[in-house]
């Protein structure tokens, strides 16, 4: 994994769905050898629903991976749930300026799950926010997936990122999987397949279900 934070911080952002579950069944490998106080914690989505929502992506964290972990309060930066999703955004950008500033975040990592449409992060097919330059967090009103209010990181600071890491399971995938590590084209590309960071690395981790369609190397 690329290193490159020079600061005595590491900064990560979660997504939500099945990810949170299947990153706790591997923390207790590493809980008793690494300094979880130094993380800084954010959200790459999340749903504009309360905390204690269960479509809520902090939620899904917190008793998957948080509540095990000591991570400071103040170093986990959840949504303000009161406020319309567009003003929930611009205060989520606020919050990434706690750690950077006015400039371009970038993470030391961002998780990330896949759907079986290619989406990731609030980012579906066709959608306009695809082509968003200019805001580090979105709004969507009207997600194909529920809830349909959610906000979400844009390529702009995913592609900024120093590390990537996917996480996909299940057969349901599998057509899917060829496509973002380059052995096929599509037009368009999915959303998923466009998270390129500029200075930094992609890693997928997927099961034996998931990597059915792949063969000889491109499964190593």
Known sequence: MRKQNVHDRFTVAFSGGS???????????????????KRFVYFADERCVPLDH??????????????????????????????????????YAKKLAVVWGSGLPRFDLILLGMGTDGHMCSLFPGHPLLEEKTLFVASIEKSPKT???????????????????????GASKAELIPHMIGIKKRTPPLPAANVKPTEGVVYWFIDDETAAKLSGDARM
Do not use: W
Request: proline letters at 6%; charged letters at 20%.
């Open 147 to 169: 809830p349909s209010r959610r906000i979400t990181l844009t390529y702009p600071v995913l592609n900024n990122a120093a590390n990537i890491a996917f996480v996909a399971t």
């Open 54 to 91: 269960d479509y809520s992506n902090y939620k899904a964290c917190k008793a998957a991976l948080l509540d095990a972990i000591f991570v400071p309060e103040r170093q986990v930066f959840a949504i303000d749930a009161s406020l319309t999703p567009q003003a929930m955004a611009e205060n």
């Open 19 to 37: 990810l949170p579950k299947i990153l706790s069944k591997g923390l207790s490998a590493i809980e008793d050898h690494v300094d979880f106080s």
